[in-house]
């Protein structure tokens, strides 16, 4: 059989070459991309626009006066706040393996596949650009919060921090919908079993209520959920009190989710066929 | 056409399978450079999957190809480098403005961001989408679509370029216009594979075909050849009054030589021929006799057509809708 090579140098081709950092313009270009397309349809950020909104103001009013135990809802807001941002944020990770898995049926991402580009920069462009909505979801939340009357009681220093963390934990996170964005057949597959573990690592835990008011084997699995100290962490920093423990054992979870799942979507990037 | 002896593109036993199903059993395909070949067969037949295995998109579970001379399954990053790809599965971003499509590959080919524009504008200029360069490809029509997918496969320039049912759907005219595009990239040297359902395609573009049937390739050759093999065009003619049928039938038994099928439900009289000569003798004989047609054609033969005399079999009974869309 015949190895002639073809000819085949075109100028983008020998342009590519010597660029060891390529992969970071690539992910950063599809980012880029992801960001259009917000722009393109805003209406797809309801997610994280009013549906905080709506929970912050659900969750104050309705259950306000009945949680902060004979307090009223002003009682209730400085403890809800840093829970709520954390369910909120934690929530909108799932839009993430959504979003992929709709790529893949449109198409789009056999084009990158069929780029001379890193193989991880379609993903990691994909949690970049979702990075904005998660700030967005952050921001407006925060907002609504400082509306209603709640305040940094920590400084304004160890707030933002706090910010950050839950951003930092919610891009570790959402590798695991990445991962299964990619596994999975449908948008609807993805998303049902995202909803199957939220509410429990969610609801189940420090986000609402006190721990000591929970039966013992609930309070047993809250103690290993890593949002409970995600939480914890929160509070440490927005309102005082005990922040390094809970910081580290959220940035152990941290480092854990993505070293397992950051492979497991790239394994499952390569083979989705 | 090509005076040249190197290959493009060479496969050799390309077996794919889904589960218990044989999506290719056992492909050869060889594409000097510089040269069209012309995949036809029907839905299911396995062109797609060939073209995604060639594509670096698949892995075949035996056999190998080189593309260019990389190897598709060791050297996938090299051959991505110098193919190009359009399908139904390679598109483009639906929410993104065809300018925007075509900058962010050129981003993502490593152009810096003024020489991505410049290309995409080259493109845009070239595919006659400037002006509908703003707007999101959502809005584009089908022609207009197919245009954009073609120029997002060529804006690193390939030199290997797979087109997978590129007019499927689209009208004559949108039809004519991406063949226009193919025949000028292939004087500009690319090498084009082009999987198709119609012969005619195939006909006007490859400078060889194969035919593919299940998986396998069940006949191959030069456009004239596999028509010759597949047996003849066909004269047909349609009279104004369905009345006159006999004796079209009886004009045409004499200018062929043979008794011609007459279709009495669809008005049409249908006779084998090996070329066009017989042409002007009908239509003289039409005119002398007074009878007024409202159709009278020569015809490539079908996929159909094509498919009975290679394959001793039809295309697939579950297809047919599509098969009467390419037989037109």
Partial sequence: MSTATVDAAPAAHAARRSRPFAWIEQSLTLAWRNLVRIRQNPEALADVTFQPIIFLVLFLFVFGGAIANGGTWHDYLPYLLPGLLVQTVVFSTMGTGVGLNDDFAKGVFDRFRSLPIARVAPLVGAVLGDAVRYALSIVILMSTGFILGFRFQNGVGYGLLACLVVLAFALSMCWIWVWLGLKLKTAQGVQGIAFLVMFPLTFGSNVFVQVDTLPGFLQAFVNVNPIKYLVDAMRGMMLGGDIQRPLLITLAWMVGLVAVFAPLAIRAYRQRT | ?328
């Fill in chain 2, 1 to 328: 056409m090509s005076t040249t002896n190197q290959v493009a593109i060479q496969a050799e036993g390309l077996v794919k399978r889904y589960g218990s199903t044989t999506a290719l059993g056992g492909v050869d395909l060889t594409v000097p450079t510089g040269t069209v070949l012309g995949v036809l067969g029907p839905n299911g037949a396995g062109k797609t999957t060939a073209v995604r295995i060639l594509g670096t998109l698949l892995r075949p579970d035996a056999g190998h190809a080189t593309v260019g001379g990389y190897d598709v399954v060791r050297e996938p990053g090299k051959v991505r480098g110098i193919i190009g790809l359009t399908g139904q599965y390679a598109s483009v971003d639906e929410d993104l403005s065809g300018r925007r499509n075509l900058i962010m590959i050129g981003r993502l080919l490593g152009m810096g961001r003024p020489a991505a524009r410049t290309r995409a504008d080259e493109l845009l200029e070239r595919f006659e989408l400037s002006e509908a360069g703003d707007r999101i490809a959502k809005t584009y029509s089908g022609g207009m679509r197919r245009r954009l997918d073609l120029a997002a496969s060529l804006v690193g320039n390939p030199s290997i370029l797979y087109l997978d049912e590129p007019t499927t759907g689209l009208d004559p005219h949108a039809r004519n216009g991406v063949w226009d595009t193919v025949r000028n990239l292939v004087l500009d040297g690319t090498t084009v594979l082009l999987t198709t359902q119609y012969l005619e395609e195939a006909d006007a573009l490859a400078d060889s075909i194969v035919v593919f049937d299940k998986g396998k390739v069940v006949a191959s050759g030069r456009p004239a050849e596999l028509k010759a093999q597949a047996g003849r065009q066909s004269l047909d003619v349609r009279p104004a009054e369905p009345g006159h049928l006999e004796r079209v039938a009886a004009i045409v038994t004499e200018a062929v030589g043979v008794r011609p099928t007459v279709d009495v439900v669809n008005a049409v009289v249908s006779a084998p021929v090996t070329d066009g000569s017989s042409m002007p003798v009908v239509v003289r004989r039409l005119d002398e006799a007074g009878i007024a047609v409202t159709e009278l054609s020569l015809r490539l033969p079908s996929l159909d057509e094509v498919f009975l005399a290679l394959t001793g079999h039809a295309a697939e009974e579950v297809h047919t809708d599509v098969l009467e869309g390419a037989s037109r």
